[in-house]
Antibody, heavy 116, light 107 residues
Framework: QVQLVESGGGLVKPGGSLRLSCAASRFTFSDYFMSWIRHVPGKGLEWVSHISSSGSIKYYADSVKGRFTISRDNAKNALYLQMNSLRAEDTAVYYC?????????WGQGTMVTVSS | EIVMTQSPATLSVSPGERATLSCRASQSVSSDVAWYQQKPGQAPRLLIYGASTRATGFPARFSVSGSGTEFTLTISSLQSEDFAVYYCQQYNNWPRTFGQGTKVEIK
């Protein structure tokens, strides 16, 4: 069935960088907008970033603007999130999600821990 | 940004009973609200979006009502698999925002 699989999470020191990837399968990736959403342990969900189907339009939450960059490679059916200048408050499970009105398909998530 | 406020934070319900979850938007979002179900250790799953479109796999005991700023998710007769955390989310404006969640637990 339709699937999204995230990778690239891990432990990183404050100020460090990490690149998350999301592999899409069993749907026409290039037809859909995509987003990254994070879930802070013990807290709620926070939308992080959004990219249009062509990659020409991007939106970011204020909390990550200027530090995170979303991108996609439609030829590889892949979505990315480059995270720089990481802070402790960026610690969360990061999900990629397909956008069809709402977030209709989610990956299983990848954990990012920012700690010294 | 639009703030989504859910109530109650926790709802204790016996199996077979009705559960009513509320979500309020700080300004009108028309009918552009989605509800998600999340179980421990799992990713959220889209449950319902728009005026009443249920996602694949969810039965008719899940229904929604409301528009503008007040929204309600009703589970007509709770089954064991329905005990989870439920989030509302608006997709009318940027940034997309979620409520803080309502945990539906077994009474």
């Amino acid at each position: 069935q339709v699937q999204l699989v995230e990778s690239g999470g891990g432990l990183v020191k404050p100020g460090g960088s990490l690149r998350l990837s999301c592999a899409a399968s069993r749907f026409t990736f290039s037809d859909y907008f995509m987003s990254w959403i994070r879930h802070v342990p013990g807290k709620g969900l926070e939308w992080v970033s959004h990219i249009s189907s062509s990659g020409s339009i991007k939106y970011y939450a204020d909390s990550v603007k200027g530090r995170f960059t979303i991108s996609r490679d439609n030829a590889k059916n892949a979505l990315y999130l480059q995270m720089n200048s990481l802070r402790a408050e960026d610690t969360a499970v990061y999900y990629c999600a397909r956008v069809y009105y709402a977030f209709d398909i989610w990956g299983q998530g990848t954990m990012v821990t920012v700690s010294s | 940004e639009i703030v989504m406020t859910q109530s109650p934070a926790t709802l204790s319900v016996s199996p077979g009973e009705r559960a009513t979850l509320s979500c309020r938007a700080s300004q009108s979002v028309s009918s552009d609200v989605a509800w998600y179900q999340q179980k421990p250790g799992q990713a959220p799953r889209l449950l319902i979006y728009g005026a009443s479109t249920r996602a694949t796999g969810f039965p008719a005991r899940f229904s929604v009502s409301g528009s503008g700023t007040e929204f309600t998710l009703t589970i007509s007769s709770l089954q064991s698999e329905d005990f989870a955390v439920y989030y509302c989310q608006q997709y009318n404006n940027w940034p997309r925002t979620f409520g803080q969640g309502t945990k539906v637990e077994i009474k």
